[in-house]
């Protein structure tokens, strides 16, 4: 791949990423000794390469962040740094993935879901089924709930008959 102007690209082999003392920042130390404070990590393709091309950014302003740079790739991370970024990147991205949809019901102009996730029984509302349910695949979904969470149907043929049955009454 050859390298796009205006992107820094990370070597893994070579950061310290820990914790700020008695605080949940997070601290990045580059082989070349730049230091920086309360950096983030973020997916560039959170769904197709959920582990590649994860950009480290720095926080500049309250709201405000600016890129470091980016790993292509977490291979070759020491094993304590990867902790942390899977840590941090697992807490970015929460997605409880949908096994069971025990009822799916309209309320107020809004569908109800009550499902059974991997991360244990929710209950959520989408408002626009085509707005708000995207196709990632003819079996995968992702669903964004009025709240903004995220949930996931890995595997839409592997639900059970009676939550095949609850998705189809939404036509």
């Keep these: 791949m050859t390298p796009q102007p205006g992107i820094r690209w990370l070597d893994p082999t070579g ?6 003392p008695d605080s949940v920042l997070v601290r990045i130390r580059l082989p070349n000794g730049e230091v920086y404070e309360d950096v983030q990590f973020a997916r560039a393709f959170p769904l197709s390469h959920p582990n590649e091309y994860i950009s480290v950014l720095r ?52 569908h ?14 989408v408002r626009n089924w085509r707005d708000n ?7 995968r979904y992702l669903i964004v709930a009025v709240d903004g969470s995220r949930y996931e149907i890995r595997d839409l043929d592997a639900l059970d008959a009676h939550s095949r049955a609850q998705l189809e009454k939404l036509g």
């Design 15 to 20: 950061v310290v990423i820990e914790r700020l």
């Design 112 to 125: 109800r879901w009550d499902v059974m996730t991997d991360r244990g029984r929710r209950v959520f509302y």
């Design 59 to 110: 926080r500049e302003e309250r709201d405000k962040f600016v890129e470091i740079g980016i790993f292509r790739t977490l291979e070759g991370m020491p094993e304590a740094s990867r902790r942390i970024v899977d840590e941090e990147l697992d807490r970015r991205y929460f997605t409880p993935v949908i096994e069971k949809i025990y009822s799916l019901t309209e309320e107020y102009g809004q």
């Design 133 to 139: 349910v995207h196709e990632l695949s003819p079996v």
